[in-house]
C-alpha cells in the first residue's frame, strides 16, 4: 500500500470505532444491507462494518424509481433468447423470490409498498409478435411450474385511457408486481441491521487494500487505516474504479417526478419499449425515468448531475403518453448509477482468499438483492 497522510489515531479509537471487524462490506446500498442481513441469520456471532463513501448511500438504492417488479413479458422473452430459458427463469425466480423477502422482512407499511401490479405498454411491433398468445401462455406455464403463481401475465382487457395511458396500445398486466419508497427501505433494513449490532461508517471511501495472511488492510481516500477478515465489495456502478478486471460498466439513470396532478387515473408500475422507459404513480404524481438508450455512450458515468437532453426525452415521453395536463410543472428530477456486468447477469465472485465482490447488475436490484445477498453471504461464509 501507499504511504498514507491522516493523521495517527489514537489508543481510544482503535479500541472503539476501529476494532477489526470479521467482515466489512463496502457499500451500504441494498446489496450491501441485505448481504449483512443475511451474515446476521447465517452466522449471528460475526461482526460487520458497512463502508459508505456518501454521508447516506448514493449509488441506485435510494435513488431508483421503487419499482417491486421481476420482470415485463418482452424482457423475459428478449433475455429467454439471450441467455437460455433456464437462466433467464432463475433470475426471474430470485427476484420473485427477492420481493417475497422484502414483504417477509419489513412493514409493509414502514416502506409504503403498494400491491398495485405491474403493467407493460407494448408497441405495435412486440403487439403483433405476441398476437397468437403462445408466448405468454408459454411462459405462464413455465412460471405456474416453477413459483405456483397463475397466469403472471395477463392481456389487460380495460381500455389504456382508463389506465390513465393516452396511447391505445396493447397492455400486459402482471398482478403480482407493486411499488415502494426505496429511500424507507434502506433506511428500515439499515436500522434493523444497526439494532442487530452492524456497525455503519458512512464518509469512508475505500480506496487500496491487500490481503496479509490472516485478512486485508485496507485505507479510505483521506488514508485513514484500517484491517478487516473478510472484505466485499458491494460498490455496483462504481465497482470499475476499484476492480476494473471485472469488466463492469457504470449506467446513469434518470428520472423525472411531476407536481401533484388533480384526479391523476395512473396507478401501478408501467414499462415501455423494453423498460427503457418506466413511469408509475407517487401518491398524486408521476415519476418517470428512463430514455437512456437516447445516449448510451455519454450515459456510462458517475456523475449524479444529469443532462438536459435526457430530462428533455423524459418530459417528451410523458406527455406522449400518459394524460397529463399541458402546462405541467416537473418538480424534481434526479439520477442515480446502475453497474452492468458484461454479460448482463448478476455476479458474485471471490477477488482472493480475503476479498470478494458482487453486482446485482440491471435495473432490478430491488428484488435481485435479497436473494444475492444471501449467496454473497455463503461465499463470505465459506471463505472465513
Ligand atoms: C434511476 C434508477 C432507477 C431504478 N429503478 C429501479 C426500480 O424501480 N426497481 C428496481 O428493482 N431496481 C431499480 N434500479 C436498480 C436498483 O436501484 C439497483 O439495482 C440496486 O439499488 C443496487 O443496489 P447496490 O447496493 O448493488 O448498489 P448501490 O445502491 O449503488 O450501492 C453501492 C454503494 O456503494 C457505495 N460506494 C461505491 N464506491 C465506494 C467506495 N470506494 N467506498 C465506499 N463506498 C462506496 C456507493 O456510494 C453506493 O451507496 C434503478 C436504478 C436506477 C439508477
Not at 170 to 178: A, H, K, L
Request: charged share 20%; glycine share 10%; proline share 4%.
Amino acid at each position: 500500500m501507499q504511504p498514507l497522510k491522516a493523521p495517527p489515531r489514537s489508543h481510544w479509537d482503535d479500541s472503539s470505532f476501529f476494532r477489526r471487524p470479521d467482515v466489512v462490506l463496502v457499500g451500504a446500498g441494498l446489496l450491501g444491507l441485505w448481504t449483512a442481513h443475511a451474515l446476521k441469520t447465517l452466522a449471528p456471532k460475526l461482526s460487520i462494518t458497512l463502508l459508505e463513501q456518501g454521508t447516506s448511500p448514493t449509488g441506485a438504492s435510494t435513488r431508483n424509481a421503487g419499482f417491486a417488479c421481476f420482470g415485463s413479458l418482452t424482457e423475459m422473452l428478449a433475455d429467454e433468447a439471450k441467455m437460455g430459458t433456464e437462466k433467464m427463469l432463475s433470475i426471474l425466480e430470485m427476484r420473485y423470490r427477492g420481493i417475497e423477502k422484502i414483504k417477509a422482512t419489513v412493514s409493509l407499511d414502514q416502506i409504503d409498498f403498494e400491491a398495485c401490479g405491474g403493467f407493460e405498454q407494448l408497441t405495435p411491433e412486440q403487439a403483433e409478435a405476441l398476437a397468437d398468445g403462445q408466448a405468454m401462455t408459454r411462459l405462464n406455464h413455465l412460471l405456474a411450474d416453477r413459483l405456483g403463481l397463475e397466469n403472471v401475465y395477463v392481456a389487460e382487457q380495460r381500455p389504456a385511457a382508463s389506465l390513465g395511458l393516452r396511447q391505445d396500445l396493447p397492455i400486459i398486466r402482471n398482478p403480482y408486481e407493486g411499488v415502494l419508497n426505496s429511500g424507507l427501505l434502506v433506511e428500515a433494513l439499515t436500522q434493523a441491521l444497526q439494532q442487530k449490532g452492524v456497525a455503519f461508517r458512512y464518509g469512508f471511501s475505500l480506496a487500496q487494500w491487500e490481503e496479509n495472511g490472516t485478512g486485508v488492510e485496507f485505507a479510505s481516500a483521506t488514508g485513514q487505516t484500517w484491517s478487516c477478515g473478510h472484505l466485499a465489495f458491494c460498490t455496483n456502478g462504481y465497482m470499475h474504479q476499484l476492480l476494473p478486471q471485472l469488466n463492469t460498466q457504470p449506467a446513469r439513470g434518470q428520472i423525472i417526478l411531476t407536481q401533484p396532478i388533480p384526479g391523476l387515473a395512473l396507478k401501478g408500475s408501467f414499462h415501455a419499449q423494453e423498460g427503457f422507459y418506466y413511469w408509475r404513480h407517487v401518491g398524486n404524481r408521476i415519476l418517470l425515468g428512463g430514455a437512456r438508450h437516447l445516449a448510451f455512450g455519454d450515459e456510462a458515468t458517475t456523475d449524479l448531475s444529469g443532462s438536459d437532453f435526457i430530462r428533455a426525452a423524459l418530459e417528451q415521453f410523458l406527455h406522449a403518453n400518459v394524460w397529463v395536463p399541458q402546462d405541467l410543472r416537473i418538480e424534481r428530477h434526479w439520477s442515480g448509477i446502475m453497474g452492468f456486468s458484461d454479460n448482463k447477469e448478476p455476479l458474485v465472485k471471490a477477488m482472493g482468499s480475503h476479498t470478494s465482490a458482487a453486482l446485482a447488475c440491471n435495473g432490478m436490484g430491488v428484488a435481485l438483492t435479497p436473494v444475492l445477498g444471501e449467496t454473497l453471504a455463503r461465499q463470505i461464509l465459506s471463505a472465513i
